[in-house]
């Protein structure tokens, strides 16, 4: 895999390069694809851990945490202590956070710190996207890059390659259980056909047994969901239900 993700792409910087051939993750060498990530956002917060365990043992791959700040969302969720706990209650799941945050950079060492694996900021945020991935892959942490649904997809394909993973959000971020916005497919088209092998496209937004089959065949191969796996009785049909097997 990795021989040839170098012959697709090599552009890339000397370091990023580096990065590509010596770290092996769940996102650049995943054991089967779709990844399927339960957003704790929708879990039941005073039963935090076990809301999580439940979760892994049902079959997901990884576990997804929204991070806002309060200004570039209208919301004010968790951070680098949440996180720390459950990498303390779980060190061997792969911590998947998302940074809703105006000024990313400044939390990728608490975050690293803390336990994450995946470190996605934003196109739209204040601070350089490729000094974001440079700063996470120096901690050790995947990166990853989302773009939000009014975003003119250009605006992201130059910064493409510096990352592990690309995000699509499928509604506007801030508050789960929103409806999936379907023309959001036609990026993820166009975001697929940019990619290398090592490389994954994530979708989060209203994604449920009624999208995932269009999410996925646009190319998606990481399917984040919350009330579509912890609003159901049953987690483990949920899961398989979005990752097709």
Request: charged letters at 15%; aromatic letters at 4%.
């Amino acid at each position: 895999m990795i021989g040839i993700a170098l012959k697709c792409r090599t552009h890339l910087p000397v370091s990023e390069l580096m990065h590509v051939q010596s770290k092996m993750s769940l996102l650049t060498a995943p054991p089967a694809l779709p990844l399927v990530a339960p957003s704790i956002l929708s879990a039941d917060f005073a039963n935090l851990g076990d809301e999580c365990n439940a979760v892994i043992a049902a079959g997901a791959d990884l576990l997804h945490l929204d991070v806002m700040d309060g200004l570039f969302v209208p919301n004010l969720t968790m951070g680098p202590a949440l996180c720390k706990s459950l990498r303390n209650a779980l060190p061997d799941v792969y911590l998947d956070v998302h940074l809703m945050v105006d000024t990313p950079l400044m939390y990728v060492e608490p975050f690293a710190k803390a336990g994450g694996n995946l470190f996605t900021c934003h196109v739209e945020a204040s601070d350089d996207p490729l000094a974001v991935a440079a700063a996470c892959h120096a901690a050790e942490m995947d990166a990853g890059i989302a773009i939000n649904p009014p975003t003119d997809v250009a605006e992201l394909l130059p910064l493409i390659d510096a990352f592990d993973l690309i995000l699509v959000m499928s509604v506007n971020p801030g508050f789960s259980g929103q409806s999936f916005i379907p023309e959001v497919l036609s990026k993820v088209e166009v975001v697929s056909e940019h990619l290398r092998p090592d490389q994954r496209l994530q979708m989060d937004g209203g994604v449920g047994p009624a999208t995932c089959e269009r999410c996925k065949d646009a190319g998606c191969d990481v399917l984040v969901a919350a009330s579509a796996i912890f609003g159901t009785d049953d987690y483990a049909a949920a899961i398989t239900g979005l990752r097709g097997f």
